[in-house]
């Protein structure tokens, strides 16, 4: 049984580019929650999918946007990338719904770069 | 913002005692988790307790919540060098489903 898994490991990108990343959830699980891990700092919640919709959003700016398919699996897009973007990006996968009484399962995160 | 906050920031004992890490939050909750990061790759779940749930073991894991006082300990017993890491402490907010939020962690180095 895989469990989360994200592409890619690594990304280095310049200042301005567009950036897709993308995770596949825990079999069994339909929702996917992205956070972004600066240097020496817990994770923050970006935003979460479920039913292909954005369902709850933290504090990041509308250039981040997200997406999920009807497979589970989500998309983490970010636009005009700003050196401030460098960070590990992490999505977890969860079941909707169950009042929070379910763990969360990590990927590994991409270490995102930009230069 | 955080939810949680995690103490000590940075904690290093030798090798086979136990360690000790606190995180308190602000709001109420349905649960709160314990995560693992090594060398700021995924994270890895280690105990989820219940705020009906006052301890929890798992292995050389102690975690205990006490709700009265918004707070939650991790005791790591026998230490290993293995188990140098970050330790995070995670929670969701009551009538919010499954977002958690996650503290600023505790660096924790086992000296040999």
């Known amino acids: 049984d895989a469990g989360v898994t994200q592409s890619p490991t690594h990304l280095i990108k310049t200042r301005g580019q567009q950036v897709t990343l993308r995770c596949s959830p825990k079999?069994?699980?339909?929702?996917v929650s992205w956070y972004q891990q600066a240097l020496g700092q817990g994770p923050q919640f970006i935003f979460q999918y479920y039913e292909e919709e954005e369902r709850q959003r933290g504090n990041f700016p509308d250039r981040f946007s997200g997406h999920q398919f009807p497979n589970y699996s989500s998309e983490l897009n970010v636009n005009a990338l700003l050196l401030g973007d460098s960070a590990l990006y992490l999505c977890a996968s969860s079941l909707y719904g169950a009042g929070g009484n379910t763990e969360a399962f990590f990927g590994q995160g991409t270490r995102l770069t930009v230069v | 913002s955080q939810q949680g906050e995690e103490d000590p920031q940075a904690l290093s004992i030798q090798e086979g005692e136990n360690a000790t890490m606190n995180c308190s939050y602000k709001?109420?909750?349905?649960?709160l988790q314990w995560y693992r990061q090594n060398s700021g790759r995924g994270l890895v779940h280690l105990i989820l307790i219940r705020s009906n749930e006052r301890e929890k073991h798992s292995g050389r894991l102690r975690v205990t919540l006490d709700t009265s006082k918004k707070s939650s300990s991790l005791l790591i017993t026998a230490s290993r060098a293995a188990d140098t890491a970050s330790y995070f402490c995670a929670t969701d907010l009551m009538n919010r489903d499954d977002k958690i939020i996650f503290g600023k962690g505790t660096r924790l180095h086992i000296l040999p």
């Open positions: 709001t109420s909750i349905n649960n």
């Open positions: 079999s069994g699980h339909d929702t």
